[in-house]
């Protein structure tokens, strides 16, 4: 379970309160008008931005204070992070060790991660040479690979189109169902939420409002929500 407990983030002098719980292997989409703190709820877990009050636990263990390599956590963010210079498989391979000194049986989990997500045979190329939505399932490949509980995503795939966003939300959809990890992930669009997430957290007026089901908050959202949904 993740317990945010009277929880006060600062990024840069803005502060968001979130106060709840979000139950192991949930699926929650964080929505909200725009700069209303979404990344700093996803930057203040991760451990990017600091936590000024409360106590920020997972499953019991108190992560308040963790530097950000220490939480139990993987995150992606829109733009995937690729390294231009190194091949798909090296950037793959960070996920494991970052300094890339991998034995064979990690480069062949290294090659599995690629096959998950539909990238057999590519591991050699340059991000460069693949297109927009395989440089995406390299980045998620790359997250994946670390076997982490939680996972962050940060409007992973604002950047692709309509048809090839709905095919990476499946596959996350599929792959968190394997791993049984919890997702939190940032969305602009509320179909986003309807496809992959059963819990929605509206983040509205310096405040991350408690998981409400996503169908129930959707179909009748509160005054926040409506405005924000036009
Ligand atoms: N480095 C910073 N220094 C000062 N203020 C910041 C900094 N980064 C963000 N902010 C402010 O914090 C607030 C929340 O920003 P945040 O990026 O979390 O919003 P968001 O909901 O993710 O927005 P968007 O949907 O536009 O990405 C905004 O008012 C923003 O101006």
Known sequence: MLKLEKLVIDNGGFELSADFTLAAGSKAAIIGPSGAGKSTLI??????????????????ENLTGATPGARPLAMLFQDGN????????????????????L?????????QALARVGLEGMGT???AALSG?????AALARVLIQGRPL????????????????EMLDLVDTLVAETKATLLMVSHDPQDARRIADQV???????????RETISLLDN????????LG
């Open 43 to 60: 930057g203040g877990i991760a451990g990017f931005h600091p936590i000024v009050s409360g106590r920020l636990c997972w499953n019991g």
């Open 82 to 101: 690729l390294f231009p210079h190194l091949s798909i498989a090296q950037n793959v391979g960070l996920g494991l060790n970052p300094d890339l000194r």
């Open 103 to 111: 034995s064979a049986a990690q480069w062949d989990r290294v090659n």
């Open 125 to 127: 190329r340059k991000p």
């Open 133 to 137: 939505g395989q440089q995406s399932r």
């Open 151 to 166: 996972l962050l995503l940060d409007e992973p795939f604002a950047a692709l189109g309509p048809a090839l966003k709905v």
């Open 201 to 211: 957290i509206l983040v509205a007026e310096g405040a991350a409002h408690p998981p």
């Open 221 to 228: 959202p509160p005054p926040a929500l409506r405005a924000y």
